[in-house]
């Protein structure tokens, strides 16, 4: 399962694999590994099989038998949609999500659903019903959030690759964690179909363990869908063509200072974004160090409540499904019910306030980052936590929200922006875990990121790096 998704889909097209066969190699892996990881919240086997063993050499479709793991905040017909919340514990899925249907579209086998935080709230991955996701590079740490049993399901090879999505990093973040590529796509590039018109925040992704893997998933989940209030205006090629040739010589931004001011960056963080801007400018392109417009004190606190008020609304929906009126203190953990409390303060009016006076903030940034065609930070201000650090029933579970920023301050504000952003795993620790850098692009971005990703990942080889399991 560490083989490229396009190499195997390749194998079973000319029948020198069958699909049942990697979908069994699959589902022994994850028999074998998951007791100690915890990636998974269900799996789905013989459904899983039955799909491959109507898959048959000559599959047209692009991923025809690849096994693969859904998030479990995305719908899967006839599996359980939890969110990682007791509240929705047996609530069974009656259709698949739109981006599940496009993966089953391109020829992907489900194999099961993977782990969040309770709603996707944390950047890490340990919710209370099920326990938590581990890192396969370290079984103390965390995989990272919200994506997190995807990551870990990935970086120990028990799918070779796994769906998530980002609203304030939960790609990226786990990506970093676990030595993986992961691209949150400008807003609005995937559908959010069927529930949504439009989110401003969160986008649907994967994470794997090439820029051209993720290339050929973009690919496969952009687009527009009938009904869709707001989306991205398509790209000029195929992400897959734009990612496999080089990208010309470029301006790139470079910055350690964090959005939060008194974030503390770790030096092997701060290290390793000078090592790729040096590495940037070994290739060619011009790189400079820049502050950005970003340290307002109050840019945080504006993207915590707006960030807070959709995961009410997320917690409301729940409720809904569940059959009540509106959720309980005793239905979800402390951080949710706090951050539920928080959001009913505020007003309808308050809120479209909230977000015009956010996008407003992000105008300007954008604005101030236009004369470059990329940005390069950190991924994360600290080495992946220990399990325990961000605890979400905490005495003050707005506390735990508050510190797990400390964690993570550079990957919300492209939540806020809507740009493109990948975290690439360039180099690894001296304290043996992956080391990550992030890549930040133009509104509508995605073809020159990953055409410099993969430029980068020509330069510095990763793929091919394994977690001690």
Not at 222 to 239: F, I, L, T
Request: charged share 20%; glycine share 10%; with cysteine.
């Amino acid at each position: 399962m560490f083989r490229s998704p396009l190499e195997l889909a390749a194998l079973v097209r000319v029948g020198e694999l069958r699909a049942r066969e990697l979908v069994e190699c699959s589902l022994e892996r994850i028999a074998e590994l998951d007791p100690q990881v915890g990636a998974f919240v269900e799996l789905d086997a013989d459904g899983a099989i039955a799909q491959a063993d109507a898959i048959a050499p000559g599959d047209p479709r692009p991923f025809a038998g690849v096994p693969l793991a859904v998030k479990n905040n995305r719908a899967v017909k006839g599996l359980r949609l939890t969110q990682g919340s007791a509240l929705l514990r047996d609530f069974v899925a009656s259709y698949d999500h739109g981006v599940v249907a496009r993966l089953r579209a391109a020829g992907f086998v489900i194999v099961g659903t993977t782990k969040l935080p309770e709603f996707g709230i944390l950047p890490v991955t340990e919710p209370a019903v099920g326990g938590p996701a581990r890192n396969p590079w370290a079984l103390d740490r965390t995989p990272g959030g919200s994506s997190g049993g995807a990551a870990a399901a990935v970086a120990a090879g028990m799918v070779p690759l796994a769906h998530g999505n980002d609203g304030g990093g939960s790609l990226r973040i786990p990506a970093a964690c676990c030595g993986l590529v992961g691209l949150k796509p400008q807003r609005h590039r995937v559908s959010t179909a069927p529930e949504l018109g439009a989110s401003a925040l969160v986008v649907d992704g994967v994470l794997t363990r090439t820029v051209a893997d993720t290339a050929a998933l973009l690919d496969v989940l952009a687009g527009y869908v009938p009904g869709d209030a707001a989306w991205a205006a398509p790209p000029s090629e195929a992400y897959a063509a734009a990612a496999a040739r080089p990208p010309g010589r470029l301006r790139i931004a470079l910055t350690t200072v964090p959005p939060l001011p008194d974030a503390t960056v770790d030096a092997l963080s701060v290290g390793a974004v000078h090592r790729a801007g040096a590495l940037c400018e070994s290739l060619g392109h011009s790189v400079e160090e820049i502050v950005p417009p970003w340290q307002a004190d109050d840019i945080a606190d504006l993207f915590g409540s707006y960030f807070g008020a959709h995961v009410a609304l997320s917690v409301y929906f729940a409720a809904i499904a569940a059959g009540r009126d509106a959720p309980t203190a005793n239905d979800v953990e402390p951080l949710s019910w706090a951050l539920w409390q928080r959001a009913m303060l505020l007003s309808a009016v308050q809120f479209q306030v909230l977000q015009a006076e956010l996008q407003r903030r992000m105008r300007a940034l954008i604005a101030f980052l236009e004369r470059y065609d990329a940005l390069l930070t950190p991924a994360l201000a600290e080495r992946p936590l220990p399990l325990g650090v961000l605890d979400s029933a905490a005495a003050d579970p707005l506390a735990t929200f508050h510190r797990s920023g400390y964690f993570t301050p550079f990957t919300p504000i492209f939540n806020a922006s809507g740009q493109p952003a990948v975290a690439v795993p360039l180099y690894h620790g001296d304290d043996g875990l992956p080391l990550a850098v992030q890549l930040a692009g133009r509104p509508g971005g995605e073809a020159t990121l990953l055409a410099l990703s993969a430029q980068l990942e020509a330069a510095e080889p990763w793929a091919e790096r394994r977690a001690p399991l």
